[in-house]
């Protein structure tokens, strides 16, 4: 990140407003319950309109912008992850971003502070920035030292809260005062930075929509590629609101969609899309679509992108049983669902960034008898796990990418009850897998992001199993034959 041009400090109008209560919710981070604590809220809003090269800005900015104008207290501490915050996004625009870090170094011991994932809404164009005082030595603490280590002659601040000392008793966090240099617990997923293309979404309830609020949930920028025909109804659903619950991310703000694109991975150019389909009213006024324009579409409008998710699947004749399949239904299969990955990949790998990584979603029908699970969508499956070792060789030589596939188990998607027995296939990994519970969206959503991170930056060519442990049984348990037997049972 450079410095950011002259032009846009000169419309960059700042109305800061300080405020100090306390609150017995506790405060969270990344799901993980810190303490009741009291709170700092330090709002900046701004007016874009005379600036509209502020768009085009990373959030990262708006953080520094908000920091700089604050002179931190030289009493409070900054925790190891407001230090990792502030070495990356500060200490590259000013001088200014030093100063936090050397205090910081020198803070007063018992005191620690922890910040708050900022919470960006593009549509208000509203940043905030938040502290939270968690412990101190003292137990009180004052708004006259609060401002007598600020120095605000600049900026006017609005109080709305007296200056009675507060009692903070509630200790639970160990004062990190002489420890800054530790890194922080836990393993965080972290995607900022990251752009993902997700080909397969047309709805808020399948495996793709929630591999797409956990890259998102991690910091990732989603972008979509819708199948043709389904474009408008999901478009549409978006705008309205409809999928607004559904689109709720772990810290309480909306996932953002940066671009819908429709695609029909069913075709990689032009040239091969037959004249009944471009004839086809529901290909109506939807252009560029095939698998190349839509990589090339990525590319003109977005550059590059790091993670690439395979979410596709259609069998036109899954209910039937294999020996009545067609041959044109057995190759409709396993061009949809499994050389559509190998096209994706052939178009998008070249504006994938070095040390990307790809996964598609497979199922155990691929190595398992599942009746029922037919029309060529078993083979299908188990082309694409073959492919996937395959493409981990071949991407990984040539464009340095990781590709792995993730087994999941069944979910009550609208693409699943097409089949026509989700349910029974759902009760059937209830009562037989070892982890007695229904699958969700995000646990599969979860291990994508885990997959896609520098987490797993070792793992390639994986078929990485998400079904409770289904995959690992041999029989059915839940069969009259083993009744005698003291299997424990999920009581209802």
């Excluded at 990251?194 to 793709?208: S, T």
Aim: aromatic share 8%.
């Amino acid at each position: 990140m450079g410095r950011v041009p002259p032009t846009i400090h000169q419309h960059f109008q700042l109305h800061p407003v300080l405020t100090l209560s306390p609150t017995p919710q506790p405060i969270f981070y990344r799901n993980v319950e810190i303490l009741p604590a009291f709170f700092f809220d330090l709002t900046f809003v701004f007016d874009i309109t005379k600036a509209p090269q502020l768009n085009a800005l990373p959030p990262s900015f708006f953080i520094f912008k908000a920091l700089a104008k604050l002179s931190l207290p030289p009493f409070l501490h900054i925790s190891a992850l407001a230090q990792s915050v502030l070495n990356r996004l500060l200490l590259v625009f000013s001088p200014v971003g030093a100063n936090l870090s050397k205090m910081a170094a020198t803070a007063a011991p018992g005191l620690q502070m922890a910040t708050a994932r900022p919470c960006i809404s593009s549509s208000r164009r509203l940043f905030r920035v938040g502290a939270a005082i968690l412990s101190t030595d003292s137990k009180v603490a004052s708004w006259a030292k609060l401002t007598s280590s600020f120095h605000t002659s600049s900026i006017p601040f609005q109080r709305s809260f007296s200056s009675t000392p507060v009692r903070c008793d509630n200790f639970v966090t160990k004062s990190m005062a002489e420890s800054t240099d530790k890194p922080v617990a836990g393993l965080p997923i972290n995607l900022k930075g990251k752009r993902a293309f997700i080909a397969g979404i047309a709805d808020d309830n399948g495996y793709g929509w929630a591999i797409a609020k956990s890259l998102a949930a991690a910091g990732a920028e989603i972008l979509v590629g819708t199948w043709v025909p389904a474009l408008n109804i999901f478009e549409t659903s978006l705008r309205r609101g409809k999928f607004d619950e559904s689109r709720v991310l772990p810290d309480g703000s909306l996932m953002e969609i940066s671009k819908i694109y429709p695609l029909d991975a069913v075709y990689d150019s032009p040239e091969d899309v037959p004249e009944d389909v471009k004839t086809n009213k529901r290909y109506a006024g939807s252009a560029n679509w095939t698998v190349k324009e839509v990589a090339e579409s990525v590319k003109q409008d977005f550059g590059s992108i790091d993670i690439l998710v395979h979410s596709l699947a259609n069998g036109p004749e899954v209910t039937k049983p294999l020996l009545e399949t067609s041959r044109q239904g057995y190759l409709a299969a396993l061009s949809a669902s499994s050389y559509s990955y190998v096209s994706l990949l052939k178009h998008f790998a070249p504006i994938m960034n070095t040390g990307g990584s790809s996964i598609s979603l497979t199922y155990i029908a691929s190595e398992r008898i599942i009746p029922g699970y037919g029309g060529g969508m078993s083979s299908a499956k188990a082309a694409l796990e073959s492919d996937t070792q395959v493409l981990a060789f071949e991407a990984g030589r040539k464009h340095k990418i990781r590709v792995n596939t993730i087994s999941a188990g069944p979910l009550r998607s609208r693409a699943a009850k097409a089949i026509g027995f989700i349910d029974m296939m759902i009760d059937y990994s209830l009562a037989n897998a070892p982890l007695q519970k229904e699958l969700s969206g995000e646990e599969v959503g979860n291990t994508a992001a885990f997959l896609v991170s520098p987490l797993a930056s070792a793992i390639t060519g994986a078929v990485v199993y998400v079904d409770n442990g289904l995959n690992a049984m041999g029989v059915g348990v839940d069969s009259p034959i083993f009744e005698s037997l003291d299997i424990p049972k999920e009581k209802k």
